[in-house]
């Protein structure tokens, strides 16, 4: 398996705190992803990194908040977590952008009460 | 129009039968496309990527109809360890999309 952390793997929190979480690769993958998966969705694209400070918005980033100081570490920050941002979250990391595939960490399931 | 759709099953089948999932994608420059399989309450995993040639995995075919913008993995020879979640994923520019996926139980 591709050596992917996630952390926390679970968190509960309230509406209006701030949250983080961590994606750490040992592969030394250039690129690295943050999913959310919710019922009836699929894995919709957050924000992704393409290398040390070089990150992008995707589909589903309001509200969300992204940093990639290190190579192996991708962090996901919810400024103020609101109860539509309960969901499972997923990292990814890929050697392209196009025609190899991702692997994925174990997720994070984030509950905002 | 959403750049991946799946139908969602689910399919259920006897062990030992043959299925067939499809899934059709709205780009037509997708440049690559992967299955992936996924458990509940777990991670996506990379079943195989899909090649314009169509390829094969033991049990496991992928083919690849650029003309009509889809791709379908067939399963011979069902296992009750294939019960799962199937995704087709298809690389648009520098951006992976996710059908919702299909979901799968294989009945002994």
């Known amino acids: 398996d591709a050596g992917i952390t996630q952390s926390p793997r679970h968190k509960v929190t309230e509406t209006g705190t701030p949250v983080t979480l961590r994606c750490h690769q040992t592969?030394?993958?250039?690129?690295m992803y943050w999913y959310r998966q919710d019922p009836g969705h699929g894995l919709r694209l957050i924000h992704y990194?393409?290398?040390?400070?070089?990150?992008d918005k995707g589909e589903v980033s309001d509200g969300y908040s992204v940093s990639r100081s290190k190579t192996e570490d991708f962090l996901l920050t919810l400024e103020s977590a609101t109860s539509s941002q309960t969901s499972v979250y997923f990292c990814?990391?890929?050697?392209?952008?196009?025609?190899?595939?991702?692997?994925f960490g174990d997720g994070t399931r984030l509950s905002i009460l | 129009r959403k750049e991946v759709e799946q139908d969602p099953g689910p399919f259920n089948v006897p062990e030992g039968a043959t299925v067939a999932f499809n899934c059709t994608y709205s780009?037509?420059?997708?440049?690559?496309f992967f299955w992936y399989r996924q458990d509940c309450r777990k991670e996506p995993k990379l079943l195989m990527s899909?090649?314009?040639s169509g390829n094969e995995d033991g049990r496991f075919t992928a083919q690849l109809n650029r003309a009509s913008q889809y791709i379908s993995l067939l399963i011979r020879d069902s296992k009750l360890s294939d019960s799962a979640t199937y995704l087709c994923?298809?690389?648009?520019?520098?951006?992976?999309?996710f059908g919702t996926g299909t979901s799968l139980t294989v009945i002994p």
């Open positions: 990814a990391i890929s050697t392209s952008y196009s025609n190899q595939p991702q692997h």
């Open positions: 592969e030394n993958h250039r690129y």
């Open positions: 990194s393409y290398g040390v400070k070089d990150t």
């Open positions: 780009n037509s420059a997708s440049q690559s």
């Open positions: 899909v090649y314009s």
């Open positions: 994923v298809v690389n648009t520019g520098n951006q992976f999309y």
